[in-house]
């Protein structure tokens, strides 16, 4: 609901009213008048913390609609006709008092409060609204005119609503200032169109996530092995083999319930029925253990599979929750204490009060597993090959490979041990299991392991 794309929120720095001052004397058509604010300034100043820690910060870019409070829009509702802005926006109809006409305009999706931009079929939006994301595209890669002071890339928000060349022109520009800065789009579907080098980098992918549910969480709608496999070969094979590598692989995100809660929820589809207020049957009730064990599966495939893993905030302490707004609710933290949580998002649903705990155990394995990733090239750059795929014991089993580096990834989902016997090709010889400690020699031109009912192994070059 952007108010301004010029300034951090004034409510977020030391000195609000200062803040509100700078703002007030500002033009904000104008970049020759835009200032910083505290509000600003702590947010610079984290991004350059993060960049001493080895840190990229991306940030979201909302272009397709704004806010009422955006200072064009209010513009055109106080002025109408008469407004410098009166184009920048879709406009159904103006006050007339002498006919009885109110004022109305174009929101997204039919939200009021979400007025869009007008689109162009040249240059994707028309000039107005176009130059001023320019303007603060520039402002916020590099705000003292040094990228390296700058954020590191863009998260664009229903980019497929504006045309695309726009987005080849925005391109441009990014890579101008930054040619390493990511570009990434909330695109739900097949996203090749905007996959040819000339738009985004990458995509949110979402087709991954679907597919994740069905195979480690639906129970009377998953998927078999095989049938896992080959939805994964199929997003693999509708991108450039480098784009594979850059999609960015989230199964929870601020539009969808939590990965916890859609464990306690499974058989449905994804993204759809995620709430108490669309499903009577939808519990919003803390995980159990053994969901919270379904969970490390998921979090496993995700870190070892082909591309850029995204843990959506809080999934690592154990927080849990339906659609908006329960999957926004503030961070867990460690050091703090929480009251139990009791409420739910309709009025005629019962719940049982659930202790809000960070959760420790968790929070570790997500560590280790991040840390394997990010110290294991073949994690991180390696081919994918798949070396069981077997539907009666509901077990998978791949490999990835970097020069000397391979990993092997197994799960099962049976509910029986699964003995496992690859053939090997490769010149390694041990193996240690990252989730265990415990080491696996290869024998006789064979690598054979076992894996426990419900639960994954995790194999890598025992150096």
Request: hydrophobic fraction near 35%.
């Amino acid at each position: 609901n952007t108010a301004t794309y010029i300034h951090v929120d004034h409510n977020f720095g030391p000195d609000p009213e200062g803040d509100l001052k700078i703002m007030a004397e500002e033009n904000p058509a104008d970049p020759s008048t835009w200032k910083w604010t505290s509000a600003d300034s702590i947010f610079l100043r984290f991004i350059r913390d993060a960049h001493k820690l080895g840190m990229k910060v991306i940030i979201d870019g909302v272009f397709n609609h704004v806010g009422t409070d955006f200072w064009a829009f209010k513009d055109v509702v106080r002025n109408q006709q008469k407004s410098k802005y009166r184009n920048w926006f879709v406009i159904n109809s103006w006050n007339d008092p002498s006919t009885g006409e109110k004022f109305d305009y174009a929101g997204w999706w039919g939200i009021k409060s979400l007025p869009v931009f007008r689109k162009d079929s040249v240059t994707g939006l028309v000039h107005g609204p176009r130059e001023h994301i320019f303007a603060i595209t520039k402002r916020w890669m590099e705000p003292d005119g040094n990228p390296h002071d700058g954020i590191d890339g863009w998260r664009l928000d229903v980019p497929n609503e504006i045309p695309h060349p726009f987005w080849k022109d925005w391109r441009k520009l990014v890579k101008g200032i930054n040619p390493q800065a990511y570009i990434v789009g909330e695109i739900w579907g097949d996203a090749s169109p905007w996959l040819k080098g000339d738009e985004f980098d990458g995509v949110m992918n979402y087709s991954l996530a679907k597919a994740m549910v069905h195979f480690f969480i639906d129970k009377k709608l998953g998927i078999s092995p095989t049938e896992f496999e080959s939805d994964l070969r199929t997003i693999r094979k509708s991108y450039p083999e480098d784009i594979d590598y850059v999609l960015q692989n989230l199964i929870d995100s601020h539009d969808t319930d939590r990965l916890a809660s859609m464990i306690v929820n499974p058989d449905r589809p994804y993204d759809s029925g995620d709430s108490p207020r669309n499903n009577p049957n939808y519990s919003v009730r803390k995980p159990e253990p053994a969901e919270i064990k379904r969970q490390k599966l998921v979090v496993l495939f995700q870190m070892t599979y082909v591309g850029a893993p995204m843990i959506y905030y809080g999934d690592e302490a154990g927080m849990w929750g339906a659609d908006d707004p329960d999957d926004r609710k503030p961070m867990l933290w460690a050091d703090l204490k929480y009251e139990d949580e009791k409420s739910c998002p309709v009025t005629n649903c019962t719940r049982p009060d659930d202790k809000n705990v960070f959760n420790k155990n968790l929070f570790d394995y997500y560590s280790k597993l991040i840390h394997e990733r990010l110290s294991n090239d073949a994690l991180m750059l390696g081919t994918y090959k798949t070396l069981v795929a077997d539907d009666s014991k509901r077990i998978l089993v791949f490999e990835r490979r970097y020069k000397e580096s391979i990993a092997i990834v197994g799960f099962n989902l049976g509910i029986n041990e699964g003995r496992v016997s690859i053939p090997v090709d490769f010149p390694v010889r041990n193996f240690k299991d990252v989730l265990t400690g415990r080491t696996f020699k290869v024998e006789n031109n064979f690598l054979k392991f076992e894996i426990d009912p419900g639960w994954g192994i995790l194999l890598v070059n025992n150096k």
